[in-house]
């Protein structure tokens, strides 16, 4: 062999030495050299002559609707080798794929946020049965019960919306990433509950938004933490249900009673908020008015009539007919609309003295038997100072002794029925 022979044989041989392996899972550079059918990328890979395709799926961790709009000829990419076409070395070739390169980083990204305890923000792309899929670079996952910390029953709400998330489990090799957006949502309602608890004071009026409704209360959102209006603290009227006056998402101003930081309790109260039924009574009821009300309560002895909201009085068993009645019952139901008219008034106490009768025509018949007991109430009412006219809306018999209610005129109808006897 000559001498030049052998040279040219050893060029060879280096030249094919000096060809660097490809193996699967590589990452290389490739240029491009040509596309193919606008549906593939034939590129040559740096330090190899070999040369590799990468199909337009594998271009883009997007969606690619055109190839020409990803690549050109010429254009240098890094490229992972995905797998082998071929079993010939120097003329094989090679499957490669930009979009799992860009994954690989992306996973790596996302697994030193979660060593560090970070978050990420992605959209949401899908709402699929069981919980959202959210685009993070890579596919994400938020299962139903992480998306909030209370139940949703549309989460077709969410989808589009860019939301911040908790990375709960990582595993790129199995493509698996589980995020919590309930996790944000506890952790931003936990400090502000923390900054409202440490602000917030009894007798402090603030505007809150009412967050939910039971039947005992409404339970108001004071921004991040949420405070109990009780049933009775809505109005002061009576409320049967808060859904009655209240509603889900209403603004609201309430006045705070107690304040509990190590039990996270707030006590609130709407009615303190308003102006005090009471103010002005003798304006809005004065001795002698006829007023519209309602019968909230009937017992033994009257019926209470609520003639504003808030403001009951009595009308005593003696006010509600000209004719004698055994019980309120027999002629008034609860609920019902009457008129009646104001005989006294006493705002300090709260009460107001009404009645039914002084508004009715007296019966003709009646007559002779009302003027001949006349004396006698009157001679009761100076010694009982009216006083079974009077009435307390805090409780159906506060204030009140029996003597209160009826005092002597009980004896003088027993005597003026033992008279009658005789006769």
Known sequence: MSENNANENNDLLNALNSIETVNIGDVVKGEVLAIDDDKQAIVGIEGTGIEGVVPQKELSTKP??????????GDKLDLVVISRIGNDKEGGSYLLSVRRLEARKVWDEIQKKFEAGETIDAPVTQVVKGGLVVDAGVRGFVPASMISDHFVEDLNQFKGQTLTFKIIEIEPSENRLILSHRAIVEEEKAAKRDEVLATIKAGDTVTGTVARLTNFGAFVDLGGVDGLVHVSEIAYERVDKPSDVLKTGQEVKVKVLSVDPDRDRISLSIKQTLPEPWDGIEEKAPEGAVLEGTVKRLTSFGAF??????????????QIAHEHIATPNDVLSTGEKVNVKVLEVHPEAHRLALSIKALKEKPASSEPEKKQSAPRRQNNNNSNNNRQNVVSTDDDDAGFTLGDLIGDQLKNAQNSDSDSDKD
Request: no cysteine; aromatic share 4%; proline share 4%.
């Open 64 to 73: 690619v609707a055109d190839i020409n709009d990803v690549v050109k000829v």
């Open 305 to 318: 009539v609520e003639v504003f909201p808030g403001v009951e009085g009595l009308v005593h068993i003696s």
